[in-house]
């Protein structure tokens, strides 16, 4: 349950004739100077066990991307900190915009892509991250991702 974007809002196709620039499934990196992962925003559906996901995108620094690449695929890796980044993907069920919201990368085992913690603030996403949605919601999310027309 769960839906996800293919790059970081910020990608542009021609980046990738740029020596500079490369986009993975996980890892991307603009003209050597900007950095991001992929991870996931899980929220937990109201009266199930299952969650449902966001696949987004993250900036983080030089540094934390560096340190993030050195343990990828190294086990025990989800004992490193949590790296800070900004959100970078637009969510368009939401309002205001999800673009450039400070979250908290969480590294899990290999395998598994981050978990992405956004900071406990009042925009509708970091509240429905807290307390979880109902399934009414997951279908209007479905709705709005599928006919983007529409407001969920």
Not at 76 to 99: A, V
Request: aromatic letters at 10%.
């Amino acid at each position: 349950m769960g839906y996800s974007t293919m790059a970081p809002d910020v990608w542009h196709p021609g980046f990738a004739d740029d020596p500079d620039s490369m986009l993975s499934s996980d890892q991307c990196v603009i003209k050597g100077r900007h950095y991001f992962i992929r991870g996931q925003i899980e929220i937990p559906v109201i009266g199930r066990e299952e969650l449902f996901s966001w696949g987004v995108w993250v900036s983080l620094s030089r540094d934390s991307f560096a340190r993030a690449l050195d343990s990828w695929n190294t086990p025990g890796r989800e004992t490193e900190k949590p790296y800070f980044g900004w959100l970078t993907t637009e969510l368009n069920s939401y309002s205001p915009s999800t673009l450039n919201l400070k979250t908290h990368a969480h590294t899990r085992p290999v395998g598994q892509r981050p978990l992405i913690e956004l900071e406990p603030t009042d925009h509708p996403l970091a509240v429905e991250q807290r307390t979880g949605i109902t399934q009414d919601r997951v279908r209007k999310i479905a709705e709005a991702v599928l006919h983007p027309g529409d407001n969920a």
